[in-house]
């Protein structure tokens, strides 16, 4: 039997540059829709990652905020910044015509408007003492506590017995002698340790924190070499509306980031209540 000549199996040179053409035709076509897909994918990552920066520099914001001594939050740096006066702890005081019967018994420890007080009764027992620690009571703007009309210092904090004071469920706060011409409505005291300033400089929002009040002075104190908050700031626009007693004020905060490397930016925007009740 004849033997048979089979026919080589391959593609010809024909076939493989038509499949080559039509690929890159195909590639052409699709390369367009694949990059905005890629670029869209990269831009949202972009954006998501300032969101995160930008809330969780908010939200640290907003809690210390709220630890603010009533009144004390000022804006600086024609908007671009605030400061306030911290408070680590507060409570009641011991007010003049208060009625505890036998307890808190001496007089001179009771709280007096437009008298010179050294000490003062606290219906607490838990309040610790730290050097630089200010008494802040019935502070109703910045420039009361700037002028010392509703701030003085506290120089130690000590227990009540029941032998000189008829109770051992209070604690004493010595002081700088200082004269309170306004009284809390509801016998209300801040311990106050921190100025806190944020602001704006070069791009990046600062923190600064100091001891006491040496730079509470309505000033834009904050610099380089504080710590960043957040970086990639664009602008920053605080604006406060302080309320009255009887109502929260409200601490407005506009705040835009951007990422240059991406070309992406966003903006966000916070409302932080605070209680301003002296």
């Known amino acids: 039997m004849p033997a048979r000549h089979r026919r080589p199996r391959g593609f010809t040179l024909v076939e493989l540059v ?40 908010l939200e640290r914001l907003a809690r210390e905020v709220r630890l603010a001594v009533p009144n004390s939050l000022s804006v600086t740096g024609g908007g671009t910044g605030i400061e306030f006066l911290r408070a680590r702890a507060g409570g009641r005081y011991v007010a003049h015509f208060d009625d505890f019967g036998s307890e808190f018994s001496r007089t001179d420890r009771r709280f007096r ?53 008829g109770t051992d469920n209070g604690q ?10 306004v009284e809390s409505p509801g016998r209300h005291f801040s311990i106050a340790d921190r100025t806190i300033e944020v602001g704006l400089g070069g791009g990046v929002l600062r923190w600064l924190s100091s001891a006491g009040m040496a730079d509470y002075d309505g000033a834009a104190d904050w610099s380089a070499t504080d710590p960043a908050l957040v970086d990639g700031v664009s602008t920053v626009n605080f604006t406060y509306a302080p309320g009255t007693p009887q109502s929260t004020g409200v601490l407005r905060v506009d705040l835009r980031l951007s990422d240059a490397t991406a070309g992406e930016s966003i903006r966000l925007y916070r409302e932080i209540h605070m209680r301003n009740t002296p």
């Open 172 to 181: 004493i706060l010595s002081l700088a002698a200082q004269q309170f011409s």
């Open 18 to 57: 038509t499949v080559i053409v039509l690929l890159g035709v195909i590639a052409g076509i699709l390369t367009p829709f694949i990059a905005k897909a890629m670029q869209a994918y990269v831009a949202s990552e972009a954006r998501a990652a300032l969101v995160a920066k930008g809330r969780l520099a």
């Open 113 to 165: 408007k437009n008298a010179s007080l050294t000490s003062l009764y606290v219906a607490e027992t838990a309040l610790s003492y730290a050097a630089g620690d200010l008494l802040v009571i019935a502070n109703t703007s910045p420039a009361a506590l700037q002028a010392g009309d509703t701030v003085t210092a506290i120089t130690g904090i000590s227990v009540t017995s029941v032998a000189t004071d």
